[in-house]
């Protein structure tokens, strides 16, 4: 039956027939409140912010006051003898108004113990509807179904007049809150809306449309429309000034009951039978505009307003901060704007709206054309713009002359300005040249918008789900042209080549250098340079890109309530990035030393991410990066050096196997070190044959208790006797008397004692099984041959020997030392 919206928090009430009231957030689309008000229709339920009140009228004729915080009813009372049709909240004063099916309209005062203070008498039929005149709160007007408009002042209880025009019952009446024109607006079981001027009290337009009983209408408060509902289940949207028919809008939820706008916002509730509905209404972006000099240009409403970044002064600036730009007006624009354009130079904006253009000069907003255009689009060059007049006819204009005209063979749906002019149509993205307006391409693309390179060599053209980034090949459209070849119906094939696609919604976007910088759908603030995407912020909010001014590194964008922040990004940076796309090194080691330090590593990733890795290594001030680098390169003096610096084990891993792949065991065994890898190094020191090497080895892995390495190393040196000791030195018992008993017989009487004394301390049963075979050599058969053969080899034959001399080796000795060991 109602809907009304919250000024600050993002709430809709609705009352209900079935007697509920409910307070949904219409961000999050979800319930927040509900209040259980009676089992009868309740027609009316407003927000009272500054009590944080809900008040509800119904039909069982009370009135209820909620605390919304709290859910807790703070008042009631029986208000009228009849249904309650509407409520109206004073502004100021603690006043609120009800109308009712019993004819009259009461006042009651809140601060005054809810008292009635005043009854106004004389319409003669239900009252429908009472709204208080925004321009004067002491004034008040009413809507009845004795299908007269009442108008009242507070404290007088008989109307000042009576407006009276409509054939069936008034249901709805609203102010127009702009400060220009004394209107007011009704609407009524006759199907019509009437607009009356309440001065000179005359009826200045009718609306005719509605094919049912008219149930609320409004002037927006802010944008210039009326919007009206009716029991046809139809809103419609008019224009406040001329009264043309905007639009109509049925969302099939039978009939309609209520229209809510707001100031400052631009959703409107609307209240159905079957559920309520916010719509936003008029372009999202904000009409803006700045131009290279840092020159801001807005549309507030209808007024023209002008910022200078320059004027800023010194202030400390915080990226993402609200700037305060002192603003001047620069007076009222005969259209309602929706969007506003400098031109390529800066000397000109366009404003356009309504289906009509105006170009102004920037510096005094002194009108230097006007047409009508359903769109406008400058031109490179900044004498020359295009218009779109329907969807077949396309103007071009070069110093304010119309130049040519043209119908585009597909028609056009919308244009591009840039480079060239793009002409979108069912077919697709048609590039036409300004001059002769002969196609370059036509390409299978539905754009939502196309942005030029300012050197028109590079272009982006976004759609609803990603962007393509192309190169423009002037020299082939040239020769193509001249030559006539590798023309088709859809123009020069050669013109453009695909550079990329990425995956993201572009919002706004703009180029510098070959840098293409955009806001995207998911609130970032990117940019794209070969192939690669450089978040420069996460927006915390939709924002729209105004410029990049190199002078400052900054970027400047401004969102829906026309407040601007900026962004730091180093021109340096960007022109860097720019040489190294158009492999123009002289440039790029031109542009090198303005890069601050700190930046430089981000610069030698994207070198990296080029392949130009010689030179990513160069730029970057990050160890980590640049070790990274000199490995991917090979360069082992300057991974070395970093090595060095950083002692870090993992990096002497690393540069440990490039140098083995490289060859460069010397340094490959001295990285090995650094990294205590004892298990590579034993590796490298027997895959080597390199007998100074292993012999260190074994002695380093001892000391640094890698005994497993130690002992495998003297193992292999045939150092038997450390073997031993290393296994008893590590508690080692049993398996250093095995030990002694394979290789080593005299020592293994020695270390079965000593078996036994330690495995006596945990059991001693055990210990005693333990035979020791000097004592029992009966059990030890060939022991005695055992201690032979240990003494002859130990005197004859064991020692080691250097891969350097297998040469001189022959096979029969070389099978018979070794054949135990695993050589
Ligand atoms: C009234 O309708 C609403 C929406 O369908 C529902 O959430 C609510 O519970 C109903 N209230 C009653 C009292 O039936
Ligand atoms: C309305 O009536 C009051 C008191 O009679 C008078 O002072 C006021 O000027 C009138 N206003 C209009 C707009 O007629
Ligand atoms: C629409 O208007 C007619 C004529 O005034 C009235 O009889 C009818 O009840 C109205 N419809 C509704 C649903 O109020
Ligand atoms: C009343 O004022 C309106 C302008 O608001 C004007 O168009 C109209 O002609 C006037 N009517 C009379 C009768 O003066
Ligand atoms: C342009 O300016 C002239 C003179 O200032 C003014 O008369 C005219 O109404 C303006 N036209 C438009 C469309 O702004
Ligand atoms: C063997 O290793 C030592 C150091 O452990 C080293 O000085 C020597 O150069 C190496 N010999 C060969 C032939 O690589």
Avoid at 198 to 209: A, H, I, S
Avoid at 419 to 442: C, K
Avoid at 499 to 507: A, D, P
Avoid at 674 to 695: E, F, I, K, P, R
């Amino acid at each position: 039956k109602s809907v009304d919206l919250h000024p600050t928090e993002p709430w809709m009430v609705a009352s209900l027939y079935n007697g509920s009231v409910c307070v949904w957030n219409h961000e999050t689309q979800t319930l927040v409140k509900t209040f259980e008000v009676c089992d009868l229709p309740v027609r009316v339920a407003k927000f009272v912010a500054r009590k944080h009140w809900v008040i509800a009228g119904a039909d069982d004729m009370q009135i209820r006051v909620f605390n919304y915080n709290t859910l807790e009813r703070a008042h009631m009372f029986e208000a009228h003898s009849d249904y309650i049709r509407c409520i109206a909240v004073h502004p100021t004063q603690p006043y609120i108004l009800t109308s009712s099916d019993d004819m009259l309209i009461k006042l009651w005062d809140w601060d005054r113990k809810w008292v009635c203070g005043q009854v106004f008498e004389g319409h003669t039929h239900y009252v429908m509807q009472i709204v208080i005149n925004p321009k004067d709160n002491n004034q008040f007007a009413s809507a009845s179904l004795d299908r007269t408009i009442k108008v009242w002042q507070l404290g007088s209880s008989s109307p000042n007049f009576t407006l009276e025009g409509h054939e069936k019952g008034v249901n709805c009446i609203d102010y127009y809150s702009g400060g220009d024109k004394p209107y007011l607006i009704s609407g009524a079981d006759d199907r019509l809306v009437k607009i009356w001027d309440y001065q000179n009290k005359t009826c200045v337009q009718t609306l005719e449309g509605h094919t049912q009983n008219v149930s609320c209408v409004s002037f927006h408060p802010e944008l210039p429309i009326i919007l009206t509902g009716s029991e046809d289940g139809t809103v419609r949207v008019w224009h406040s000034s001329t009264y043309r028919l905007e639009n109509t809008l049925n969302y099939g939820m039978e009939r309609v009951w209520c229209v809510c706008g707001q100031r400052g916002a631009n959703s409107v509730a609307l209240g159905y039978d079957e559920g309520s509905i916010i719509i936003k209404l008029g372009r999202e972006e904000p009409a803006m505009s700045m131009d290279s000099n840092g020159k801001i240009m807005w549309a507030k409403h209808s007024e023209v307003q002008q910022a200078n970044l320059k004027a800023m002064g010194e202030a400390e600036i915080q990226d993402g901060e609200r700037l305060s730009l002192a603003v001047k007006d620069m007076g009222s624009c005969e259209i309602y704007p929706q969007t506003i354009q400098h031109n390529p130079n800066g000397r000109f904006v366009v404003v356009c709206g309504d289906g009509e253009y105006i170009i102004y000069t920037a510096m005094a907003l002194r009108n230097k054309s006007f047409g009508s255009a359903q769109e406008f689009v400058w031109g490179h060059d900044s004498s020359e713009y295009a218009t779109r007049e329907s969807t077949s006819m396309v103007k071009i204009f070069k110093n304010f002359k119309e130049n040519k005209y043209f119908k585009p063979d597909f028609g056009a749906e919308g244009i591009h300005g840039g480079f060239l002019l793009g002409v979108r149509s069912v077919s697709g993205l048609a590039f036409y040249d300004w001059e002769n307006t002969e196609l370059v391409r036509r390409i299978e693309i539905q754009p939502k918008h196309v942005f030029w390179s300012e050197s028109g060599e590079l272009v982006c053209i976004a759609t609803e789900e990603s962007f393509f980034v192309l190169r423009y090949l002037a020299e082939k459209v040239a020769t193509a042209q001249e030559t006539k070849e590798g023309v088709t119906e859809d123009g020069i094939e050669d013109a453009f080549e695909v550079l990329g696609e990425i995956q993201e919604v572009v919002k706004t976007g703009l180029w510098v250098g070959d840098c293409f910088i955009y806001t995207s759908s998911v609130n970032r603030l990117n940019y794209y340079v070969g192939g690669e995407i450089v978040t420069v912020a996460h927006l915390d909010r939709t924002m729209y890109l105004l410029g990049y001014i190199p002078k400052d590194d900054r970027l400047y964008l401004g969102d829906k309530e026309l407040n601007i922040v900026t962004y730091s990004l180093l021109v340096s940076v960007l022109e860097y990035q720019t040489a190294v796309m158009r492999r123009d090194f002289g440039m790029a080691d031109r542009v090198l030393p303005t890069i601050p330090k700190e930046m430089r590593t981000r610069v030698a990733h994207f070198l990296e991410k080029q392949g130009f890795m010689q030179q990513a290594l160069a730029v970057s001030t990050d160890s980590e990066h640049r070790f990274e680098l000199a490995l991917q390169l090979g360069e082992l003096k300057i991974a070395y050096q970093l090595a060095v610096e950083a002692e870090s084990e993992q990096k002497w891993k690393q540069l440990a196997e490039l140098a083995t792949t490289k060859c460069q065991f010397v340094l490959a065994q001295e990285c090995l070190h650094h990294a205590q890898d004892y298990g590579g190094l034993l590796l490298l020191a027997t895959a080597s044959g390199n007998t100074t090497m292993v012999g260190k080895l074994a002695e380093g892995a001892e000391r640094d208790g890698k005994t497993n390495v130690a002992f495998l190393t003297y193992f292999l040196q045939g150092k038997l006797d450390k073997c031993l000791e290393l296994l008893i030195k590590t508690n080692r018992l049993p398996e250093a008397a095995f030990l002694a008993r394979t290789y080593l017989p005299s020592h293994v009487s020695r270390v079965v004692n000593l078996w036994k004394e330690s495995l006596g301390k945990v059991n001693q049963k055990a210990a005693d099984a333990l035979a020791n075979p000097t004592d029992y050599s009966n059990l030890f058969p060939g022991l005695q041959e055992a201690f032979l053969a240990e003494e002859y080899l130990k005197e004859t034959h064991v020692r080691l020997r250097p891969a350097a001399e297998y040469p001189l080796i022959t096979v029969s000795r070389y099978t018979h030392i070794l054949g135990t060991l695993i050589w």
